[in-house]
């Protein structure tokens, strides 16, 4: 019998320089503190999936629909993925496909929009995402865009204000859902919109997919037209996307995905996917929710404490924005400085932003990760502490050095991939 290693064609030949970068990032999850709103941490579960020999076939097609052989396991995966998913978001109809988030919008786009058809989204120095109308996303290429932003006092969407661009706009298309807004989004009311002005609704849901899944933000599903989401974001699974939407839209979608914008499904993906939708099913999911939420209204609060403008005032969420401008600093700085003490968020605008996205008024904090590691109130206490005594001695190189001690052995007290 041949063994592998006598076979030239399988030989494996161990790729030292991306060991070493792996186990360089490995350390870098470990030791640093994550407040990016967006990211999370998969279970082992996750990426015995995303690592698995899924990755070798080709699964064009859909379960018991394929365009080519020996797809009959890849059924079994798929169908479990949208039974789970559908199951998560009591929903009717679902695909599990999209490669990302952008691509889950776009597929929205494809099967609903023409081109330079109206599409009225949030603006998006106040929150709204580069998919929804950036002029250099396709979104901007081939629509016209319009936007409403949020009310200049309070910092939220203003809903009156909604509709009365929503008339002037008169969009075939109105997408509810941002990346940076720390409120509660009224589906309900953007469907009255939607329907008076006679517009398809999708509500974007990819920061909050989680929060939905665990009960702690209300369900855009049942209610607009097209849900669509991200995994890896607050939902903690891999890399990839979803559409959720009544059955009655299910050709539509699936041919707007494959072969409108995609071919090949990432099947190890949409397995990850299976495994993390069984993983928020669980009762413990729900407490998860509920914690990211807590911790980022202790956080907030602890900021707010210490003197930082927090936008709108403070969060429903897992996340929110900290304006600097009355601290002297920007986002840039601020983010930049905070980095090397070991604490890892990104600056963002703010809404009304008169600094370019580069520099930016204002940070994001979000808790979706540190609370994965376990961190609780206590923990949000200390690092509003370290936060502004980071921000408050920018300048003082040992000053950092100090924090980025104390930030690495907070981290390192709440472990992550204890067992690699
Ligand atoms: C993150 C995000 C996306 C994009 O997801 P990708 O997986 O990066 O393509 C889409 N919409 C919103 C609102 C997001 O925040």
Redesign the pocket.
């Known amino acids: 019998m041949i063994k592998n290693k006598d076979n030239p064609a399988q030989a494996e030949i161990p790729d030292i320089q991306i060991q070493k970068l792996i186990a360089k990032e490995l350390d870098r999850q470990r030791n640093q503190i994550v407040l990016i709103a967006?990211e999370n941490y998969t279970s082992m579960e996750v990426m015995r999936a995303t690592g698995s020999v899924l990755t070798n076939k080709y699964a064009e097609g859909y379960p018991g629909d394929r365009y080519y052989e020996g797809c009959q396991i890849y059924d079994e995966i798929e169908d479990l993925a949208i039974k789970r998913c559908n199951e998560l978001f009591n929903s009717n109809f679902c695909n599990v496909q999209p490669?990302?988030?952008?691509?889950?919008?776009t597929a929205v786009f494809l099967g609903t929009l023409n081109c330079n058809d109206h599409i009225l989204s949030m603006n998006l120095r106040d929150g709204?995402?580069?998919?929804?109308g950036h002029k250099q996303n396709l979104t901007g290429k081939y629509f016209e865009v319009f936007t409403y932003s949020v009310d200049p006092e309070t910092e939220m969407i203003d809903y009156e204000n909604v509709k009365k661009i929503a008339w002037i706009a008169r969009p075939k298309l109105i997408i509810a859902?941002?990346?940076s807004y720390s409120r509660i989004i009224d589906y309900t009311k953007f469907r009255e919109i939607a329907d008076e002005v006679g517009a398809f609704l999708m509500a974007?849901?990819?920061?909050v997919a989680g929060l939905i899944a665990g009960g702690v933000h209300p369900t855009s599903v049942g209610i607009a037209d097209f849900t669509?989401a991200?995994t890896?974001?607050t939902l903690r699974g891999p890399?990839?996307?979803l559409i959720i939407a009544d059955k009655k839209y299910s050709g539509m979608i699936n041919k707007s995905v494959f072969p409108g914008i995609q071919g090949g499904p990432l099947m190890n993906t949409v397995a990850a996917k299976a495994v993390c939708f069984n993983e928020a099913l669980q009762p413990l999911f729900k407490e998860y929710a509920r914690r990211v939420v807590e911790n980022s209204k202790v956080l907030c609060a602890n900021l707010k404490d210490r003197g930082f403008r927090i936008v709108s005032g403070g969060t429903d969420n897992h996340l929110f924005l900290v304006d600097l401008t009355n601290m002297g600093m920007t986002g840039y700085e601020a983010s930049d400085t905070l980095a090397s003490a070991g604490i890892i968020l990104n600056k963002n605008v703010i809404p009304y932003d008169t600094l370019n996205p580069n520099i930016t008024s204002g940070i994001r904090i979000g808790t979706p990760a540190a609370t994965t590691r376990g961190m609780g109130v206590k923990e949000m206490h200390k690092i509003g502490e370290f936060i502004t005594f980071a921000l408050k001695n920018r300048e003082d190189k040992t000053a950092i050095a100090d924090l980025a001690n104390r930030v690495k052995k907070l981290a390192q007290d709440f472990p992550v991939y204890a067992d690699m």
């Open positions: 967006s490669h990302s988030g952008v691509q889950a919008n709204g995402h580069l998919s929804h859902g941002a990346s974007d849901i990819a920061h669509t991200t890896h974001k890399r990839g996307g």
